[in-house]
């Protein structure tokens, strides 16, 4: 028998409080009711165009959207009524986050997923991209501003609805 300090010591493996069922079951609403795309905001002035990473699922049954919330504790659920379609329809609870919330999203639920395993690749092209190192108010260097356009395109042809 070894002596006690030449064992080798192993530390106990870290229980992730994130059970794989749920990571299962989550992957599987936001590939199949959920939504990944990258949004475009013009920003007033001459300040640059910005561009995020949003995944974001709506429906009307609001425990299946907190649940949501509740596994990753990120982000947050809003109501939207649905009043401009008149009175008889429910209204939409959405669960939204953005940037590295969302990459840190994807990337737990991404072996899961199928419909929009594209999605994540772009997604983590964008999320791994280089940042412009500018303060407020200053313009985003033209090759920074192309490089997003182009995966905000390219995302933009991935969640293309209708005939292709």
Request: contains cysteine; proline residues 5%.
């Amino acid at each position: 028998m070894l002596p006690r300090l030449l064992k080798k010591q192993v530390e106990p493996k870290k229980r992730s409080t994130m059970k794989q069922t749920d990571l299962a079951w989550a992957a599987g609403i936001i590939d199949g009711e959920g939504s990944v795309c990258i949004i475009k905001e013009e920003r007033p002035g001459n300040l640059s165009t910005q561009h995020r990473l949003r995944v974001a699922v709506g429906m009307t049954h609001k425990p299946t959207v907190q649940r949501l919330e509740d596994i990753f504790k990120v982000g947050h659920v809003r109501t939207t009524p649905n009043h401009l379609k008149g009175n008889n329809w429910k209204p939409v609870y959405e669960w939204v986050i953005y940037s590295n919330q969302a990459m840190a999203v994807l990337d737990k639920t991404e072996n899961y997923m199928t419909t929009k395993k594209r999605h994540v690749k772009v997604a983590r092209q964008f999320a791994e991209r280089p940042r412009a190192k500018t303060g407020s108010g200053n313009k985003v260097p033209l090759a920074f501003l192309k490089q997003r356009e182009k995966l905000y395109l390219r995302m933009r042809s991935l969640n293309i609805k209708g005939k292709r």
